[in-house]
């Protein structure tokens, strides 16, 4: 780990210089023609430090150095202003992981409200964002633990002995895996609107005079074509193939990332993030493409495994009540679970992004959990 603090963004121009050639060496054919992609890693760092700059707590940003030299970008915050007495032990933080094509910056609404009584970290997936962009195996198993590695080898790196771990949509399901495989380290694990614990739909089966008869998912054939097609290239290629394009693709099919920090940004540094953060060189959404079935479907639903996690870990899941996740699948771990603590919330007049969409629930829901840790 990079031993040295540094002060809020902007931050570290070594780095940045080194992560990018680290990310050149494993160029793909989207950095061909790097003037036809309006993005870098520099344009994606200076972007990130408008959003960061609105934190008032303290902020340390650094890359963390894994064992195998990737690195992967980190945040920790820490609010010195609560007076602590010499007895006092610290509190067990809380570990926040993002979900597909996301990163730190989307966090901006829950960073400072979570650190205020103990220290919040917040990482970009390896992958995704500024950190490493590695190869990833075709293989659904192969790829899931290459990134749950990275999370265990992070956890090392900044020296963590436990922590309550939260984690969105692909974050919820890769926080999900770690904590099947490293129980000792979550005290309280927290999944937000996790993608990938249903199993695929299944034809519907009915009684029709005597014989079966069977009634498909009604997915239109036009979606079909669609998804057999999208499922050829990477979950993002469109983003990268449009071009000059690209950014004005995101602000009209993502005007809704505009509008949950409007109040924060009256410019598009929003939508501009999520460009940069994905418009890069691909690497975790390949890693997501091998997980994933066509429709987005995990190859290796989570629900089958849900009841590895340790009957003592605590588990609370936060679905937003107008979600297109559905959140029967918190219902159904909780059965699986059975007598374990699994809590399933509904945050209301809250989509996908939970966090982002009723920020102060959100915060609110989190902080009890976190003070029932300790």
């Known amino acids: 780990m990079d031993p040295a603090p540094v002060p809020a963004p902007p931050i570290q121009n070594d780095c940045e210089a080194e992560l990018e050639h680290k990310t050149s060496r494993s160029s793909s054919i989207w950095s061909w023609l790097p003037s036809w992609r309006p993005t870098s890693m520099s344009l994606l760092k200076t972007t990130e430090s408008k959003i960061l700059a609105c934190i008032k707590n303290d902020l340390w940003a650094r890359f963390v150095t894994l064992q195998n030299q990737d690195r992967i970008w980190t945040l920790s915050l820490t609010n010195k202003g609560t007076p602590k007495s010499a007895e006092q032990a610290p509190k ?80 919820g399901y890769l926080a999900t895996s770690y904590a099947i495989q490293h129980p000792s380290r979550v005290s309280h694990l927290i999944l937000v609107d996790p993608w990938g614990f249903p199993e695929r739909s299944k034809p519907e089966v009915e009684q029709s005079q005597g014989a079966e008869v069977v009634k498909r998912p009604s997915i239109p054939r ?104 559905d959140s029967s699948s918190g219902n159904r771990a909780a059965e699986i679970r059975g007598k374990a603590h699994t809590k399933v919330l509904l945050i209301n007049e809250a989509s996908h992004h939970v966090y982002a969409d009723q920020p102060d629930d959100f915060n609110r829901e989190v902080e009890n959990i976190c003070k029932s840790v300790d």
């Open 92 to 171: 067990t933080p809380l570990v926040m992981v993002h979900g597909f094509g996301g990163g730190v910056g989307l966090w901006i609404r829950n960073l400072d409200a979570l650190s205020r009584s103990r220290t919040v970290y917040a990482f970009d997936l390896l992958g995704f964002g500024r950190s490493s962009r590695p190869h990833f195996p075709s293989d659904a198993a192969k790829a899931e633990e290459q990134f749950v590695n990275s999370i265990e080898q992070w956890r090392q790196a900044v020296g963590l002995e436990t922590m309550i771990l939260l984690g969105h949509s692909l974050g």
């Open 222 to 325: 036009w979606v079909k074509a669609i998804a057999s097609v999208v499922s050829l290239f990477n979950p993002l290629a469109v983003i990268r193939a449009a071009g000059p394009w690209g950014p004005g693709l995101v602000n009209r099919f993502r005007p809704d990332f505009k509008r949950k920090f409007e109040d924060l940004f009256d410019d598009d540094t929003m939508t501009q993030y999520i460009y940069h953060c994905n418009a890069q060189t691909p690497s975790g959404e390949v890693g997501f493409r091998a997980m994933s079935e066509t429709l987005g479907w995990a190859k290796r639903p989570m629900l089958q495994r849900v009841h590895l996690l340790p009957p003592s870990m605590p588990v609370t899941m936060l679905f937003g009540a107008r979600s297109w996740v």
